[in-house]
């Protein structure tokens, strides 16, 4: 698939994942990998690792309950418009979550490609978004349900900061598997959805899935080293809304803008929210797709 033509910031050329310090494993190596990681962590508390995930912006972690990110849980992100494939904008923002979850161990990231060299992470990317990449743990897999398969391995470990897993079609049945598995573990999961047909897109992002969260990035055009419109499409136990989150170059400040004004503002101000169709629409327009959205996490 072609890249976008209204990217003003061009994707970093792909880099050795070997050089970078990514170390890919293939699905034969990863039981040994996780039973050495549930050896490693059999003897840890796990309690300080149960609290929400921020990320630092005040304006999208207290609209979430708790005030973050519930972990030993699922998550879903996915992309808008033409980054539905490519996934570089939600790839980016998964990674910011990542990159907190990394303090308490390495991170799985199992990608869809059907071998080392089909990875298109770029690891000059990941570290622009806080994810240190030799704390990554690749595994290649060719297909959903080798993905999930791994995804579900992964989850035993214990001693995981986070398991990644990209994905196109998520059902019900596989979703609560993977919700369960984070909670019996305590490690957070994330599905990151990558579809290569957009009908396909629109009616499996329609779909029921047991994740306690769904999350919708599109990338905006900015002079700033993130800029994202974010979408929290559901959220177990809170309420949907969106917001305009930017970084600046060289800086670890987020800043994000809600574009509908929390329930505690004065009844004056207050915004019903609207529904995912109509809020790119009547919330500030609809982005260009595939425009920029600073550091490339992946290639196209």
Request: charged letters at 25%; proline letters at 8%; glycine letters at 10%.
């Amino acid at each position: 698939m072609p890249e976008p033509e209204a990217l003003a910031v061009k994707p970093n050329p792909p880099a050795d994942p070997r050089a970078a310090g990514i170390k890919p494993f293939s699905l034969n190596t990863l039981r040994d990998q996780v039973a050495r990681l549930e050896r490693a962590g059999s003897a840890g508390s796990r309690h300080g690792k149960l609290r929400p995930v921020t990320l630092g912006a005040p304006a999208l972690d207290q609209h979430l309950p708790g005030g973050g990110l519930p972990r030993a849980a699922l998550h879903e992100v996915a992309g808008a418009g033409a980054d539905r494939e490519q996934g570089a904008a939600a790839a980016g923002f998964a990674a910011l979550w990542l990159a907190k979850l990394q303090a308490a161990g390495p991170v799985l990231w199992i990608v869809r490609a059907a071998g080392r060299a089909a990875i298109d992470l770029h690891a000059h990317g990941l570290n622009q978004h806080r994810l240190d990449p030799r704390r990554l743990i690749l595994v290649a897999a060719r297909r959903d349900d080798e993905a999930l398969w791994a995804m579900e391995e992964g989850l035993k470990a214990k001693s995981l900061g986070a398991v990644l897993g990209e994905v196109e079609k998520l059902d019900l049945t596989a979703s609560r598997r993977l919700q369960l598995a984070a909670e019996s573990s305590g490690v957070t999961a994330f599905v990151l959805r990558r579809w290569r047909v957009t009908e396909r897109a629109d009616r499996d992002a329609a779909q029921p899935i047991a994740a306690v969260t769904r999350w919708k990035v599109t990338a905006l055009p900015t002079a700033h080293e993130i800029g994202w419109r974010v979408e929290l499409t559901r959220c177990r136990g809170g309420r949907p809304n969106t917001w305009i989150m930017e970084r600046a170059h060289g800086s670890d400040e987020l800043h994000a803008e809600p574009q509908h004004p929390e329930p505690q503002q004065a009844e004056s101000q207050r915004v019903t929210p609207l529904s995912g169709d109509l809020a790119p629409l009547l919330g500030g327009g609809s982005p260009a797709a595939g425009a920029s959205h600073g550091p490339a996490v992946r290639t196209g």
